[in-house]
């Protein structure tokens, strides 16, 4: 396994991991995470059994996995920008007792920041989890998919947590409190992430790194990138939760602080609504 897989795979999840935390993510991922998303297209009117789907920044491919169980797509390709480590995928499979080996219709490709190896209008359905906050260009990533959807496909994004919402710089692992990246100063918290002992350096530095890499989208921002790229919003659920304020966040608009993330299903623009 790669460390940068690795070190994603606990990029994703606000829980600690454990000696038993790594069956957690697991399932966390292969089922509940793939089960949303299955359940939010249904509620929509959109059966995603047997098409070609994409999963764009798959990281450990684990959610890839479960969704290729799930729905049984034609074909389902992750894509990431690190190489998928496919002899650890199959061995938190055969661990968990879900499989003995990969599906032949799943597969994973290495793809650029901004490039996806695959052709025009390749897949019915494109999705991305938990990834859109870290993409540097996103307006680039989403013209991507868009070329590789076909003109009748959907696209669904989650996206969590907006950089300005509570757990927003993703280090709950290092501080208890909600907004303490609006608050302090960014080097300061940089350096208390790599003085900390609650991990180990690297990961403490690779988690540094990813909070000063963030891109630091808000909602309003996501809307006006998925409309330039050339998509319509079908259907929106955003993700919130009561927040407590101080004045010191009166700078800053309330949809961005109680706004934690966003589920949205897309489709190019021009394309019916799903029956």
């Known amino acids: 396994m790669t460390v940068r897989n690795s070190l994603r795979r606990r990029l994703r999840s606000p829980n600690r991991r454990t000696a038993t935390g790594e069956s957690k993510w697991f399932w966390d991922h292969y089922e509940l995470a793939a089960r949303e998303i299955v359940t939010f297209c ?131 692992d290092w501080f208890d409190d909600d907004f303490h990246h609006l608050r302090e100063d960014e080097q300061e918290i940089v350096n208390t992430v790599l003085a900390s002992d609650r991990h180990e350096p690297g990961f403490s530095q690779y988690m540094a790194h990813e909070f000063q890499q963030l891109n630091r989208i808000t909602l309003e921002q996501l809307q006006r990138v998925v409309l330039e790229a050339g998509f319509d919003v079908a259907r929106l659920e955003l993700l919130s939760a009561p927040v407590t304020l101080t004045p010191d966040l009166g700078r800053y608009r309330w949809t961005d602080l109680g706004i934690g993330g966003i589920k949205l299903l897309a489709r190019p623009t021009g394309t019916p609504n799903p029956e």
């Not at 789907?53 to 479960?66: Q, R, S």
């Not at 999705?127 to 076909?150: M, N, T």
Request: glycine share 10%; charged share 20%.
């Open 42 to 172: 249904d509620n929509a009117g959109l059966n995603l059994r047997g098409l070609t789907i994409a999963d764009i920044g798959c990281g450990d491919g684990i959610m890839a996995l479960g969704l290729s169980q799930l729905v049984s797509p034609r074909k389902l390709v992750g894509f990431d920008v690190n190489p998928v480590d496919l002899g650890h995928l199959l061995f938190q499979c055969r661990a968990e007792g879900v499989l003995s080996e990969i599906p032949a219709q799943l597969e994973f490709r290495q793809s650029s920041p901004s490039k996806t190896p695959a052709e025009d209008g390749e897949f019915d359905f494109v999705y991305s989890w938990s990834a859109f906050e870290h993409i540097g260009e996103p307006l680039d990533v989403l013209r991507e998919i868009h070329r590789v959807l076909r003109p009748t496909g959907h696209f669904f994004l989650q996206l969590w947590p907006f950089y300005h919402s509570p757990k927003g710089s993703h280090l709950w």
